[in-house]
């Protein structure tokens, strides 16, 4: 069995889709049901927020199992496949695990770093307990997952990403005419990151805040919550006529603001800074060719980013991530030859007890010590010559390559694979 990742984020789709696929709190019950319902699924559960939604299962067959998760998502949409499935990325056994622990970890936020997800990634787990499709392969790396998004925040300050990425760029505008004291902000977006860069824009006093996006009720809530004001994205060339800083962070896979669109909203030559934070971009990078007008990516402050102390943060995050991702990898090789080792060793126990019950009719006359000194000898030579092998295999296991060492021990020996299979087969199933 292997793990498989199937989802649509925020750095593959346009807002506009992400909130067509996402199913509302009520509905992620039955999306897990159907997952798991699929026919090379063992094991499945979802996470499910306003940027990502993952599909997780335990599968026996990569291909088709693929297929069944994108027609799943692909249905959610409302889309056909072929517009769709380009957004869909896919993760598949060690991918797999390395994709949910940077998830756990902050790391494949759209706010980097930003806490809300570990809970998030606890709530998929929770529900697929409850349900009982989550099995042990799933809850051990969900388990896992949940101790590295713990381990990275406790010693890091991973947290601090995101609200520095903000604060730095708004410094960076602040150098072009763009200090938003006392100035008319406009914030694209009404995510996590458009959420902070509310709340930063109305704590260094900007006079006028304004949230525009896609979904109104969206947009509504977080102006209130920062007394500013919400306005549709139909309306955004209206606003952009009178603003002096614009924060964009929707992500919205197309651009949000051509440069037709600002040419025709100025008046004058008044600066006008853009701090573009989204990936892909929200702003066309050719507004600068418009007087007065500056634009600030994540490119523009990746150097300065990186030698900061949240840029360290993120590295050290990141660090520990690869660490963990290559321990689990090795535990779960280990523990894949397992089976094989048991079955050897339960093997040569079947022939020492055969050979003991033969030299009991051909020796009927030997006494109980002599017996006993007989079969503790015999049992010493099957160990010794099962030490080397049992040893060495667990070895190799963690080595990359193709081989399947476990496969070729037990054909050396000629082992059952039912008796392999036994030794994992959960207790009540035959």
């Known amino acids: 069995m292997s793990v498989l990742v199937v989802g649509v984020s925020h750095n593959s789709a346009p807002v506009w889709l992400l909130e067509r696929v996402a199913p509302e709190a009520e509905a992620v ?29 335990d599968v026996d067959r990569f291909h088709g199992s693929v297929e069944e998760l994108s027609r799943l998502l692909v249905e959610r949409s409302g889309e056909s496949a072929e517009a769709m499935l380009r957004h869909l990325y896919v993760h598949y056994d060690d991918g797999a695990v390395s994709h949910l622990f940077q998830v756990a970890a902050g790391l494949d ?38 101790r590295v998004g ?6 890091t300050d991973i947290d601090s990403a995101a609200p520095t ?28 990151m458009a959420g902070l860069a509310t709340a930063t824009v109305s704590r260094r006093g900007a006079a006028e805040v304004v949230v525009v996006n896609r979904t ?18 139909p309306d ?28 025709s909203a100025r008046t004058d030559d008044r600066p006008l800074v853009f701090v573009d934070l989204a990936l892909p971009h929200d ?10 007008v500056t634009r600030i990516d994540l490119v523009d402050l990746a150097e300065e980013l990186e030698t900061s102390a949240a840029g360290r943060e993120v590295a050290e995050v990141r660090r520990i991530v690869t660490e963990e991702v290559a321990a689990f990898l090795a535990a779960r090789r280990s523990a894949s030859v397992t089976p094989t080792v048991v079955a050897l060793r339960s093997m040569a126990t079947s022939v020492v007890d055969a050979e003991m019950e033969r030299l009991d009719h051909r020796l009927p006359a030997l006494s109980p010590e002599e017996r006993a000194e007989v079969l503790q000898t015999v ?20 080595e990359t390559g193709a081989v399947s060492y476990a496969a070729a021990l037990a054909e050396l020996f000629a082992l059952d694979p039912e008796a392999v299979d036994a030794v994992t087969r959960p207790e009540g199933l035959s």
């Open 216 to 233: 109104p009720e969206r947009a509504e809530r977080l102006a209130r919550e920062y007394a500013g004001r919400a306005v549709a994205l």
């Open 236 to 263: 955004l060339p209206a606003v952009l006529a009178e603003a002096d800083v614009v924060i964009a962070c929707a992500g919205a896979a197309g651009l949000l603001v051509p440069r037709a669109m600002v040419e």
């Open 29 to 57: 019950p039955k999306l897990v049901q159907a997952v798991a319902a699929c026919e090379h699924v063992t094991e499945a559960t979802v996470i499910a927020t306003c940027n990502r939604v993952e599909v997780y299962a």
């Open 283 to 292: 702003v066309d990078p050719a507004v600068t060719e418009l007087p007065g």
């Open 150 to 155: 713990k381990r990275s925040r406790a010693e």
């Open 109 to 146: 936020s759209m706010a980097v770093g930003e806490g809300q997800i570990l809970g998030q990634t606890r709530e998929a787990l929770r529900l697929g307990q409850e349900l009982g499709t989550v099995g042990p392969a799933l809850n051990v790396l969900f388990q896992q997952a949940l």
């Open 165 to 192: 990425l903000v604060g730095t760029a708004l410094d960076r505008a602040a150098r072009h005419g763009g200090d938003v004291g006392g100035q008319r902000v406009v914030v694209v977006g009404a995510g996590t």
């Open 379 to 398: 049992r010493r030579v099957a160990d010794k010559l099962l030490h080397e092998p049992t040893v060495r295999i667990k070895e190799l296991a963690n």
